[in-house]
């Protein structure tokens, strides 16, 4: 699964080949999260909730790429956080 981003101990991850709505992982430490591109919600997972605000701070900045990139399937490295 190709990594489109690091920050703070987290590695953001998108599969393209999967099924489903559009979605995006994120992984901390042994932790999980499967997030949706459009509403950013995660609708799978064990990620702790500050992990899940660092996510989700990230992905709002960077959720039109994450669209492009499914609709695409072309694989881009995205900035981390500030």
């Keep these: 699964m190709p990594v489109i981003a690091r920050f703070y101990g987290i590695t953001v991850k998108m599969y393209f080949r999967e099924h489903g709505v559009p979605h995006f992982h994120a992984v901390y430490g042994e932790f999980n999260g499967v997030f949706e591109v459009s509403t950013l919600e995660m609708i799978e997972g064990d990620l702790p909730v500050r992990a899940q605000r660092l996510v989700g701070d ?18 881009k490295l995205l900035p981390g956080l500030d």
Excluded: K, P, S
């Design 58 to 75: 990230w992905a709002e900045r960077y959720r039109d790429e994450m669209a492009r990139m499914w609709q695409t399937q072309e694989y």
